[in-house]
Structures are given as C-alpha cells and as structure tokens.
C-alpha cells in the first residue's frame, strides 16, 4: 500500500506528518511526502490550485493529509481526476469550506471517497460537531472526535491509532 502525506499549510507540519506517517503500522510499501510549492514563496493565503494539480499527477491507495492538504486532495479528486483509494483527513478546515461556498466540495469528496475525519472538539477552523453532521450522511466515511481546539493536532500516539483501526477493519 502506497501512503501519500499531505501536511498543512505551514513548512513545520512537514515534519509531524513525517513522523505520523514513521509510526504507522497499516501494511503500507512505500511512502511518499508532498512539499507544497507555495511553501517557497509568499504564502500567507497559498493557492491550492497548482497543488491539486501536482498531486494529481501522483499515485496513492492511501492519502493521509492535514488541514490545507485536505483541501487539496478533495480538489485533486474533485476537478483532477485523483482516485486514491482512501483518505484520511486531519483538522479539515471547515470554516473555510463554508466561507467560501465549497461546501459541496467536500459533500462530493465523500460520496466519491471513503474517508476518515479526524477531527478536535473545538478547532477553531471547524470544530468536530458541524463536521460530523456532513459526514454522518455518508456511509464510506467516519468521523472522530479528539479533544481540543488549537488546530495543531501534534498528539501521534492519539492519532496514530485512530488511522490504524480505521484501515485495518476497512
């Protein structure tokens, strides 16, 4: 199995989805860690489009991906034609989603792609209630709640284990 990580949207989650993806135990062969292209240039509002696209151009059976980098698998798979298998999303940023009226983006995601959501109690950039209720109307997805808000989710031996049971009862 094929894991392709997705950090967030700033250069230091690189290394937390380097060590998330190190202590997995789900059978995966190879894996493979995104850096995103906005991350050399001016990114305080980075344009996810051409990481959609390079993503895109990749192969996974399992992307696991954090806040930003959820937004730019479910545009990979959404306008790109990317089929991993499955994903896991980490601290999807719902509150963008709703302020930008891409709501369906993620409605569509779901259908499409069985998906784990984890998700803290109180992120502030979309807590775990709102985001539950969305993904509850589809049956390949699941979603859990881990406490918090602080969208850092830096906790691998309270993560790492929620991903394992996910993929291995799938």
Known sequence: MKLLGLPG???STLAQMEALLARLEIGQTET???HHGFWATDWSDPDVL?????VARLSADLVIAKSIGTLV???AVARE?????ACVFIATPLNRLIAEEEVALLEAHCAAIPTLFVQQ???????YGPLAQIVARHPGCAAVEIP?????YE??????????AWVNDA
């Open 9 to 11: 949207r700033e250069p």
């Open 32 to 34: 493979e860690i995104r």
């Open 50 to 54: 051409p990481e959609a696209e390079a």
């Open 73 to 75: 698998a479910m545009l």
């Open 81 to 85: 034609g990317f089929a991993p298998t």
């Open 121 to 127: 109690s109180d992120d502030f950039n979309g807590a």
């Open 148 to 152: 918090g808000g602080d969208h850092l």
């Open 155 to 164: 906790d691998i031996e309270l993560i790492a284990p929620l991903i394992e």
